[in-house]
């Protein structure tokens, strides 16, 4: 997470300065005052992924992507391309050159790393949300392509294309919050709904519990019966949790043969005992291509303070307690 949002946060200050330098040599006042515009936007984007660098820095931020290698990857193959357009920047193009620089550098950052990472970021009393700020930022260029496009074929063509760009973006984050193989949420998805249901939770003082579940010894499964055994045991898993547990509650795949689910309000005094039906449940249902047991670790509080620190010190609790459960024999409740 940390050289994801570092890399987040190199590419917006380079976007930052390729406004600044666009808007000190544009001749044209309206052009000159877009580009000023789009550059104190990107300064507030830079304060953003300054908020998130700390948060990361203390450890307080989980891993929210599947494959983190892969967009650190991606990222890093932008950065180039950001420089390259910076030092075009800064040689004085014309008017009609300067919005083709621009357009081309939007798209690259137009990545969905930008859009969901927005969303976890704390938003200020009476300040304007940072996922809007980046909506309303995108936008408000899109508009001044399209009205050159009133006037040049080319620029219609580049207006429409960064709109189509943009709505499929946000498409691919949406239809990503869900995992292919169960159905239910993917790590993504998870954590964006934990964080709408635990400042929920807080507002209204309510008792939450977290519960983490690992198949016992499903690399062992795995090997012996094949990838399509353990891909079957993994979707019947997340058919009976989802049927046992409340329509309110959150259940996603936290990661691999992990699943989380997220309870609120909930009674402390029956936490353990929806536990152990969930494990009951299992061992007793899911015997194909042989028996399948899970082990499972539970934390329980109310979210107080810092939402984010709250929510991820109980995730870490319920993961310790797992751990004890796995440690301590497997198929059992550690609470």
């Known amino acids: 997470m940390k050289k994801i949002i570092s890399l ?55 891993q929210l992507f599947d494959d983190p290698d892969k967009l650190v990857e991606e990222l890093e193959k932008i950065k180039p391309v950001a420089e390259a357009l910076l030092e075009q920047a800064r040689s004085s193009p014309k008017t009609s050159e300067s919005f083709l620089l621009a357009a081309r550098l ?16 704390k938003q200020e009393a009476g300040s304007t949300s940072p996922i809007k700020n980046y909506e309303s930022h995108l936008l408000n260029f899109n508009r001044h392509l399209l009205d050159l496009g009133k006037k040049s074929l080319y620029f219609q063509v580049l207006g429409e294309s960064f709109q189509k760009m943009w709505i499929q973006t946000q498409e691919q984050l949406n239809k990503s919050f869900h995992d292919v193989l169960t159905g ?127 929510l991820y010190k109980l995730i870490r609790e319920a993961d310790e307690n797992l751990y004890q459960a796995k440690s301590q024999g497997k198929n059992r409740v550690v609470f």
């Open 8 to 62: 987040c946060l190199s590419l917006d200050q380079i976007a930052e300065k390729v406004y600044d330098a666009l808007a000190s040599v544009a001749e044209v006042p309206w052009v000159r005052e877009l580009w000023r515009k789009m550059h104190e936007e990107e300064k507030t984007h830079v304060l953003y992924w300054l908020e998130l660098e700390k948060e990361a820095e203390s450890n307080n931020l989980p």
């Open 106 to 121: 939007e798209m690259h950052l137009m990545h969905p790393a930008f859009l969901y990472l927005f969303r976890f970021v």
């Open 184 to 310: 239910i949420l993917n790590r993504r998805g998870l954590f964006h709904s934990l964080d709408i249901a635990s400042h929920l939770a807080q507002r209204s003082n309510s008792q939450v519990a977290v519960v983490m579940i690992d198949i016992d010894d499903f690399k062992n499964l795995n090997d012996s019966f094949g990838h399509y055994s353990g891909d079957r045991v993994l979707s019947k898993v997340a058919v009976l949790l989802k049927k046992n547990i409340r329509t309110s509650d959150i259940l996603g795949r936290y990661g691999g043969e992990e699943f989380l689910i997220f309870l609120s309000p909930v009674n402390v005094n029956s936490i353990f005992g929806l536990a152990d039906k969930l494990r009951k449940c299992i061992a007793g249902e899911v015997r194909d291509p042989r028996p399948v047991t899970i082990s499972i670790g539970v934390s329980s509080g109310r979210i107080v303070g810092d939402v984010q620190r709250a």
